[in-house]
């Protein structure tokens, strides 16, 4: 599975937006861009997935270039509540083997 | 539906001590993933079930974790004996056949904090 770089931690205030950028430099034309949010005290929870272009969730948005070298994940209008840990990651869609976890983004979402 | 539970959520022994964990999948999924967290570092892959079967333990640290799921249901890990190395949270994951096309989610318990004193 492709390596993958995300800043280590983010500031943002209530009602903005928040964009995370991931870079995946060497990631395969099989593999697909997924994120994974991770609360306090929680597990890892899917929150999106894309190939190409942009996805749009009821959580959040992902962009992806042409190149497909980097992504970002975007959380409109943020709350107190989306303060976690985001994880990118990039493997085959369908592949039912590990998830390879970085380091991940740790978001912190202020009044 | 239910989540992925896990039992105990914490757990606190002293080296040389043995401790199972427990991991209840989400109904009619048969992988079952065991993952890791030691303080600082990353979340890393122990193993993987289909059904009853070891697909992938290449993740297990050594010769001290046994993890089993008979019957293809609930699984446990068992660390014996614990070392202080040890000490983390390890999470467990469940998710369906793979369907062409789609994506692999894995559903994550709340995790057991072990702690090894």
């Known amino acids: 599975l492709a390596k993958t770089t995300q800043p280590i931690s983010m500031d943002s205030y209530e009602g903005q937006e928040v964009n995370i950028t991931c870079s995946h430099n060497?990631?395969?034309?099989?593999?697909?861009i997924t994120w994974y949010q991770q609360f306090p005290s929680q597990g890892p929870r899917f929150i999106i997935q894309?190939?190409?272009t942009k996805v749009t969730n009821e959580v959040a948005s992902l962009f992806i270039p042409a190149d497909r070298k980097s992504s970002t994940l975007s959380l409109p209008r943020v709350s107190l509540s989306d303060t976690a840990v985001y994880y990118c990651?990039?493997?085959?869609?369908?592949?039912?083997?590990?998830?390879?976890f970085g380091q991940g983004t740790t978001l912190q979402v202020k009044p | 539906e239910a989540g992925v539970t896990q039992f105990p959520s914490h757990s606190v022994i002293e080296k040389g001590q043995t401790v199972t964990l427990r991991c209840d999948p989400i109904s009619g999924h048969d992988n079952l993933y065991w993952y890791r967290r030691v303080m600082g570092k990353e979340i890393k892959f122990l193993l993987h079930?289909?059904?009853?079967?070891?697909?992938?333990e290449s993740g297990m640290p050594n010769n001290r974790f046994l993890a089993e799921r008979t019957g293809g249901t609930y699984s446990t890990l068992k660390v014996q004996p614990a070392e202080l190395e040890d000490s983390g949270v390890y999470f467990c994951a469940s998710s369906q056949d793979r369907l062409a096309g789609t994506h692999n989610e894995q559903f994550f318990g709340p995790g057991t904090r072990l702690t090894v004193l």
């Open positions: 894309g190939y190409k």
């Open positions: 079930f289909v059904k009853e079967s070891k697909q992938d």
């Open positions: 060497n990631i395969a034309t099989n593999d697909y």
């Open positions: 990651l990039v493997g085959e869609v369908g592949n039912t083997g590990k998830l390879i």
